[in-house]
């Protein structure tokens, strides 16, 4: 068992509707959670954190943390074409541990 | 948010040479900084964790005296590919974390550099 997963994709979405991707994790210790966005060829960049169960909302990104099933999305409201990426989500068990990346889902937002 | 720089940003070289990335913390300082190195179409693998004025930790199956680490300074580090071979053709990312924040702290990520080894 990995110890992030997520499915590959592509998650296509039509522009305007939402995009939901998940991920679940294996280590019960893991504290932080992360989601990246990375555009082909770019390096990934911080779309959210979250570190306690329930939402938070960021702009038009909700992230949703479910400590006891372990599984941890990201919600993409009113996706639009640029949001056409891949998604990573990181899990950390400790501050300054290193970070467990999952395979990645890659959205295709169609006009 | 913080800025992480790395050079070059693409590089190709021939079998055999060695060729150095840098990776620096532009507006804060970094007491670790992590490796990562990314195939086509894969997930990010992290090569090593990178602490300044100590040895770096190295991940499992990644060989310490192929890929050297010098962490000299808070605000960089630096991994050099010894004696490069076309299998270690890849994207290098580098990441740092910020050592003023408390507990939970994020790590940011340099552009990447794309190494091409002919």
């Known amino acids: 068992q990995k110890e992030v997963e997520q499915n590959s994709g592509p998650l296509s979405v039509p522009e305007g509707a939402i995009a939901s991707l998940n991920c679940t994790y294996s280590?019960?210790?893991?504290?932080?959670f992360f989601w990246y966005r990375q555009y082909s060829g770019k390096s990934p960049e911080l779309i959210m954190s979250?570190?306690?169960?329930g939402d938070k909302e960021d702009g038009r990104f909700t992230a949703q943390l479910n400590k006891a099933s372990q599984y941890v999305s990201l919600l993409i409201r009113d996706s639009q074409p640029s949001d056409s990426a891949t998604y990573l989500c990181?899990?950390?068990?400790?501050?300054?541990?290193?970070?467990?990346f999952g395979g990645g889902t890659r959205v295709l937002v169609k006009p | 948010g913080a800025v992480v720089s790395q050079h070059p940003s693409r590089v190709i070289c021939k079998s055999g040479t060695s060729v150095k990335i840098e990776c620096r913390s532009l507006?804060?300082?970094?007491?670790?900084m992590f490796w990562y190195r990314q195939f086509p179409k894969k997930s990010l693998m992290l090569m090593a964790t990178?602490?300044?004025?100590?040895?770096?930790?190295?991940e499992q199956g990644v060989e310490k005296d192929k890929f050297l680490i010098n962490h000299a300074s808070l605000t960089l580090s630096t991994l050099t590919v010894t004696s490069a071979h076309p299998e270690d053709s890849s994207f290098y990312i580098c990441?740092?974390?910020?050592?003023?924040?408390?507990?939970?702290?994020?790590?940011?990520f340099g552009p990447g550099t794309r190494l091409l080894v002919l």
């Open positions: 507006d804060f300082q970094a007491t670790t």
């Open positions: 990441s740092a974390r910020d050592s003023e924040l408390a507990v939970q702290e994020t790590q940011y």
């Open positions: 990178s602490n300044e004025g100590s040895k770096a930790t190295y």
């Open positions: 280590d019960r210790g893991s504290q932080s």
């Open positions: 979250i570190y306690s169960n």
């Open positions: 990181a899990v950390q068990k400790a501050a300054g541990n290193k970070l467990t």
